[in-house]
Structure formats: C-alpha cells, structure tokens
C-alpha cells in the first residue's frame, strides 16, 4: 500500500514507477474533467505537475470529449483558470466531429443538423460547414396535437450529437427525422460519455444520454468520433512528431480514456480525482484497467521529488 491506496490489478504509480514512466514517454495526454479541472475549479496541483513535466521537456496534449466548447474556446477557459496552454495543444471532440466530415468528403451542399452546443457549431464553421440546431433549438417546442406534421430539411447530410443542456424533445424529433428520412445522412457522436463533471458539486448526465435517446428513436448506432475512438488520435499524430509508445494518456474514466490509450497504444495512468473510483476499479466485473493508477496528477510532483 502507498498514497493510502490498496492494490488492484494494476500498478500503484510509486517513486521508481514514476520515474520509470516520466523517463519512458516523450508526450502525456490529458484528459481535462476529472483530471485537469472539475467544471470551473481547478484539481489542487495541476499547474505544479504541468510546469513540472514542461521542464522536464514533455509534450502536453488535452484530449477531452466534452464538446461544448470549441478548442478556442476551451484555450480562453485554460487561461482563465492560469494555465497558459494553446489551441494546438487542444483536442476536442467537437473538433473531431469536424475534422471526420471533412475528411470524408461531406458536400459542401449538404448541411449539418447539431444537437449540443456552441463547440460542435464553432468548430463546423470553421471547417467550412452549414450547420443548424445547437441551443436555438432548445427554446423550440412541440405540441403534439391531431394531424401535427413536423418539417424538417431535406438538405441535412449528417446530424452531430454531443453533450447538450438544452436538449429538448424538439431536437430528437428533428435529429430522428433528418437521419431516418435523408438519404444517406450520418449519424455523429462525439462521444457515448454517461456521466461527467460539469460542475464542482456532483456529476450530471453526459453525452451519451442524449447519444442514446436518438440512437433508439431511429434504431441505429452512430459513429463515435471522440475517445475511446482512435480518430482524435490519428489527427494528433498528424500534428505532432511522436510514437504512441512514447505517449501516456492519463485519465479519470477507464471505458473513455484509459481505453483510448490501450487503443492507440500509449501507456496509460488512471487518476482517482474523477468519475472512477477505487472500488469500481478493483470490482471482479472490471476488464478494463490502466497500467498505473493513483490519486491525482499532483502525486508525480511529490513521487518525482523523493
């Protein structure tokens, strides 16, 4: 036992295994909530252990699938909270949502339907998009009277589910229609997330809440472009010169991060400053475990101090 922390079937981050790991990887990805902040608080020590690791010459990357903001979006809030992080260093899912339609060609001509917010819509114009929906939607309403027809745009060619505080019986209506009735019309989510920490206080539903009222309205699964998906990770590749090998991704969520990292192949550390706790980490029904597992991410500053 160290840090006041049992063993699971996975290794306890100690001294020696920190300085094995910090001396093995080139690069660390971040998750954001859970690890870096919890809704606008920052996690005690984290602008310690990210100026420690930048000294020591890694690259830091943030990795999230909480799409609500866009990545430059998500650089104002960094700075904000004190940290001094670039929109390059910033992957989203919102980001990737994007980047998968661009990359597969989506038509110009074609528009895209938005259930979330001001992140996917950010990140779609910039990538050159038409898109519709978003929080306008959600002051929408339905009344569902005799013989109520519900229109909708026969030009819509991909509808993108993400995380949405103003999802509302309209958008899974109008989302249900365009994917059902549009030929060809893809289903997006940034990720199938069901939890996560929006606030300081308590953890809300996620993405993946509203990833599954769509998905059983129209009876299909979508095509996840956030973790544990590889996508992010084959345009973070693009991006910088590294291994995955030489890559660690450290995460508060095992079926999220800590499976995107034994996905991508990077060497991965689970931190307890999230949803994931001891027990369900230790739990006989748990397939998924990290390679190293601890506290939270301040614990490399004391580890790699001793």
């Known amino acids: ?17 920190a300085r094995s790991l910090v001396d093995s990887v080139d690069a660390f990805l971040f998750d ?4 870096i902040w919890k809704g606008d608080k920052l996690i005690e020590g984290v602008p310690e252990t990210l100026d420690l690791l930048r000294k020591m010459g890694k690259k830091l990357v943030f990795v999230t699938n909480n799409s609500r903001k866009s990545r430059r979006q998500y650089s104002k809030k ?3 909270l004190g940290l001094e992080v670039t929109e390059e260093e910033i992957f989203t899912s919102s980001f990737a949502a994007a980047m998968f339609l661009k990359l597969n060609n989506f038509s110009p001509e074609k528009k895209v339907y938005v259930v979330g917010e001001d992140g996917i819509l950010e990140e779609l114009r910039l990538a050159g998009f038409e898109c519709l929906g978003g929080p306008e939607d959600g002051k929408k309403n339905i009344l569902l009277e005799a013989n109520f027809y519900f229109e909708h745009d026969k030009s819509v060619g991909a509808v993108i589910v993400g995380l949405d505080q103003y999802f509302n019986y309209y958008k899974m209506q109008y989302a249900s229609l365009c994917i059902r009735e549009n030929p060809g019309c893809l289903f997006i989510a940034t990720n199938r997330d069901p939890t996560g920490h929006m606030t300081s206080a308590q953890e809300w539903p996620g993405a993946g809440t509203m990833v599954a009222a769509v998905s059983c309205s129209v009876q299909k699964e979508p095509i996840v472009v956030g973790k544990p998906s590889s996508f992010l990770m084959d345009f973070l590749l693009k991006s910088f010169n590294l291994e995955t090998s030489r890559m660690c991704m450290v995460g508060d969520r095992l079926d999220t991060d800590i499976l ?14 999230g949803v994931t706790t001891l027990p369900e980490l230790q739990d006989a029904s748990n397939t998924i475990h990290p390679e190293l597992y601890t506290n939270s991410v301040y614990d490399l500053v004391g580890l790699l101090q001793q």
Do not use: E, H, Y
């Open 260 to 273: 995107f990292g034994q996905n991508t192949g990077c060497k991965t550390l689970l931190v307890l400053s």
């Open 32 to 35: 954001c909530d859970g690890v």
């Open 78 to 80: 960094f700075r904000a």
């Open 1 to 17: 036992m160290a840090n006041g922390l049992p063993n699971p079937p996975c290794g306890l981050l100690t001294a020696g295994a």
